[in-house]
């Protein structure tokens, strides 16, 4: 029997607590490696996911503004043909509000508050013209003066629409996320249709000598904690070209461009 003991030794029937503890800690090591590739991948995502809706909302909204802004002062062929400019038609210097353009400085401050800037132009019925349609798409009535004002609510840019007689007032949200929107108006000093300055609102010598206008608009990620923390990595270089910080660690762009007001051209 002693023999048959020797020749088939016992069976091993469990681990021991040095080898458990050496598996569970090869297991975590492994878990944390892969929790940490992870948590880096889904963060790279996140950033350049949102970098690219940033993106994506920044050349949105340069063409909806510049859009906007280009029917300034515009008028049906009809008014152009018999030589009638927009502000005789319309009574502009008894009706201020009623300008091809104008606008309204935010104030001063760190950061400058957001402007406010209005556009009135002339709706049609002329088949070789086409539809005009104001910043809500809603199509201007022909023969009267129709008015856009952008604003900021916010960090949603409204627009405030003007049509119709009786008049119909329309304000909706075009764009979230927007956190400055600054303007600078380019004023034709000399009459040589081609603007000599861009200044505030508040600086125009004479608005009916606004040829063009610069816009900057700001805007944030949806998201926050997107960037690393340490000191300067959220910071960005706003409208009026301050260094800025990006609240809650979201990602900030500015976008800007120059319109020419050709309707003013005219």
Do not use: H
């Not at 088949?127 to 960090?155: F, I, K």
């Not at 049509?163 to 909706?172: A, I, K, L, R, S």
């Not at 949200?173 to 508040?202: K, P």
């Amino acid at each position: 029997m002693s023999a048959m003991t020797r020749m088939f030794p016992k069976k091993q029937r469990g681990l021991t607590l040095i080898e458990i503890m050496i598996a569970l800690a090869l297991g975590l090591m492994l878990i944390a490696g892969l929790l940490q590739l992870f948590v880096g991948t889904r963060q790279s995502f996140r950033m350049q996911e949102n970098l690219s809706r940033v993106q994506e909302s920044g050349r949105y909204a340069l063409e909806y503004l510049s859009r906007s802004l280009r029917l300034a002062g515009y008028r049906a062929r009809d008014t152009i043909e018999v030589g009638q400019s927009f502000e005789d038609k319309f009574e502009v210097d008894s009706n201020p509000d009623r300008r091809p353009i104008w606008g309204v400085d935010g104030g001063t401050g760190t950061p400058n508050p957001p402007d406010v800037v209005t556009v009135n132009f002339e709706g049609t019925e002329n088949a070789l013209q086409g539809e005009v349609r104001d910043c809500l798409n809603r199509q201007a009535p022909a023969d009267q003066a129709s008015r856009n004002t952008l604003q900021l609510n916010g960090t949603d840019l409204e627009c405030v629409s003007v049509v119709g007689d009786p008049v119909v007032t329309q304000t909706q949200a075009v764009l979230e996320n927007v956190i400055d929107f600054q303007i600078l108006y380019g004023e034709d000093t000399d009459s040589n249709e081609v603007a000599n300055r861009y200044v505030s609102a508040g600086n125009v010598g004479d608005m009916n000598n606004v040829v063009s206008a610069r816009v900057c608009v700001a805007l944030q990620s949806d998201e926050p904690n997107l960037m690393a923390e340490g000191v300067g990595l959220q910071t960005y270089q706003d409208c009026s070209g301050v260094n800025a910080t990006c609240a809650d660690r979201r990602l900030c762009r500015i976008f800007t461009t120059t319109v020419t007001l050709r309707n003013r051209l005219l």
